[in-house]
């Protein structure tokens, strides 16, 4: 299994792959695409869409796992997510991928117990849970805590959990 997790956002948009072998978790790939926040909206996103078609193409994933939308403080700030998350779920049905989505408090529970964990804390794991010799970059540790998310559910789901 082969899962493509992603962190949408407007500016930082992380992404990581992970592969189940047998019992044990890899990490395949991760990272962040950047785009000028000076750059109009317009254009941000297709400089995401671009990037997550290339993560796409050069990693195979079987499927996609994204965080959902929480309710953010500022609604303009949401509402460019929600831009930024659409061209995420775009480019996973152009590629003919399935998507699965988690709240970010059941993406924190997963791979730290609780569902408050601070993104620092979540890197940390993540590096621990698959063996990484460095901390990934937040935005990259927060998709690969998606993928591993969708991974465990859909281990449950087998097991008949």
Known sequence: ?????????????????????GTRLHQVGAGTIRVAEKLPLATRLHLIHQGLEQVVREHRPEAVAVEEIFFAKYPNAALKLGHARGVTLLVAAQSGLEVYEYPPAVVKRTVVGGGAADKTQVARLIAALLGLKTTPEEDA??????????????RSKALGR
């Open 1 to 21: 299994m082969r899962i493509l997790g992603i962190d949408p956002g407007s500016r930082r948009t992380g992404w990581g792959v992970v592969q189940l072998e």
């Open 141 to 154: 540790a927060d998709a690969l805590a998606v993928a591993i998310t969708h991974i465990q559910a859909s």
